[in-house]
Structure formats: structure tokens, C-alpha cells
């Protein structure tokens, strides 16, 4: 993060969660240009996801893109320098985002940090430990379906998921898990992903990139910087 040129990018520190600055890395090309939300690192034992934000950052494959930037490298810094899921509370961060749930510090400060915002594509990314290969999970409202082009890119570094059932849900498709995101069924559900909360107040548009840890980091975040490229692209 220290490499970063503040010619291009700004980045600041929006908060303190158990002794760890929250960081948060902005870029603004143009008022009217699309902008996008990416995070990582929502869960400790997920590595690839920081790595991939940290070297899509620290190279110039961004600059192909005319896009805003609002990224969070590592939502749950605790778990990461730990190796675990959970922050420090020992709750899984992703599942503290409905309105009354408010005494999840890293969860608070990222509502904080997107209050009164709109993103054209929120991207999240993410790895599962159970999984047997890379899948997507994908929720739009204004763009053309993307996770069949995005799983064909992937594939060339990683191998796709081919399990007919992935994270507990039905696949869309082979590696593919796209969720209809209404009000009605995040109702139906008692504790709430960031997805629900930036899908029905902040993002049109949601990706969920999953890369299993049986892989190699380097393919990993690659697979992730792919995922990303191809919906920037589109």
C-alpha cells in the first residue's frame, strides 16, 4: 500500500478495528464514469483475495479501465495476521450486515464507508476452503450476465467447479451461482452478507469471485485479477 503513488491513488485509514487501521484506497477518474466497490479479506484464512487486491494495486492493469475506485484491501485484518475465519469476536464478519446489527466494528465501518454511496459493480473476493475449483456468484440489475465469459477467462489459470451443488446452493450453471437478491428474500434471512445490504441499498451489480486454497496463491490471485478484468471489460 506504501507504493502507491498519491498521484493516483489516496489512501486513508477510515477507522481502528482491534488495534489494526482499517484501510481503504481511492481513485477518481471522472464524476460520471462507473465506479466500483472491490473488497477482501472478509475472512482470515482466505489469503488470495488480499494478495490479489494487493498486486492488482501494485501493477498498471488498472489503468486500462476508466472506472472509480473505492477498495478495501482486508476487511478483517485480525483474522488474517491469524489464520481464521472470524474477527476477533469470533463472528464471521460477512454475516453481520442487516440494520440492527450494529456491534460488528468491521461491519459498521464498511456501512459507514458506503452511506449515501452508489457503485455501479461491487466485486468481493473471496476462497473456500471446501471447494474443488474456482465458481462466481453473480447478481445484476442493469448489465448483461457476465459468469459464463468470466468462468471462461478464469479457466485458463485455475480449474472451474463442477460440483452440482456449491456452498450449499443449486449451481446456475457449472461454476456458476447467480442469486436473485430481492427484498423478499433477504427478509427471509435472519443475518445478512455485505451482498444483501450493498444489493438492495448500494450496487447494481454484485460478483462473488471464490478461488479454492488446493491451488497455488500466485493462480489464485490471478484467477481473482481475471474475474475482475473481464466484468471492468464488459
Same mark, same amino acid.
Given at each position: ?13 477510515? &477507522?481502528?478495528?482491534? &488495534?489494526?487501521?482499517? $484501510? ?12 466500483? #466497490?472491490?473488497?477482501? *479479506?472478509? +475472512? ?9 487486491? #494487493? ?23 485480525? &483474522? ?29 465501518? =464498511? ?35 457476465? *459468469? ?18 456449491? @456452498? ?6 457449472? &461454476?456458476?451461482?447467480?442469486?436473485? $437478491?430481492?427484498? +423478499? ?20 451489480? =454484485? ?10 496463491? @500466485? @493462480? ?5 485479477? =481475471?474475474?475482475?478484468?473481464?466484468? #471492468? *471489460?464488459?
Amino acid at each position: 500500500m506504501g507504493t502507491l503513488s498519491p498521484d493516483d491513488w489516496q489512501v486513508s485509514t477510515l &477507522g481502528e478495528v482491534w &488495534g489494526y487501521p482499517f $484501510l481503504v484506497t481511492r481513485r477518481l477518474v471522472d464524476p460520471d464514469a462507473p465506479t466500483i #466497490l472491490l473488497t477482501a *479479506g472478509m +475472512h482470515g484464512e482466505e489469503p488470495a483475495g488480499v494478495e490479489a487486491v #494487493l498486486c492488482w494495486l501494485a501493477s498498471d492493469r488498472w489503468k486500462s479501465y476508466h472506472w472509480n475506485w473505492l477498495v478495501v484491501p482486508c476487511i478483517n485484518p485480525f &483474522g488474517w495476521e491469524r489464520n481464521r475465519r472470524t474477527n476477533a469476536q469470533r463472528r464471521d464478519i460477512n454475516r453481520q450486515f442487516r440494520k440492527d446489527q450494529d456491534d460488528t466494528p468491521e461491519a459498521s465501518l =464498511i456501512r459507514r464507508l458506503i452511506r449515501k454511496r452508489q457503485f455501479t459493480v461491487s466485486m468481493e473476493f473471496h476462497e473456500d476452503v471446501d471447494a474443488s475449483g474456482f465458481y462466481l456468484y453473480e447478481a445484476r440489475r442493469d448489465r448483461a450476465y457476465l *459468469g459464463e465469459k468470466v468462468l471462461a477467462a478464469v479457466e485458463r489459470v485455475v480449474p472451474i467447479n463442477q460440483d452440482p451443488v456449491i @456452498d450449499g446452493a443449486e449451481r446456475t450453471a457449472v &461454476g456458476l451461482i447467480r442469486r436473485d $437478491l430481492d427484498g +423478499h428474500e433477504a427478509r427471509r434471512r435472519r443475518r445478512w452478507p455485505m451482498a444483501y445490504r450493498l444489493y438492495l441499498g448500494h450496487a447494481d451489480n =454484485i460478483y462473488g469471485s471464490e478461488t479454492t486454497i488446493s491451488e497455488p496463491l @500466485d @493462480d489464485r490471485a490471478e484467477a481473482h485479477q =481475471i474475474a475482475l478484468e473481464v466484468v #471492468l *471489460g464488459s
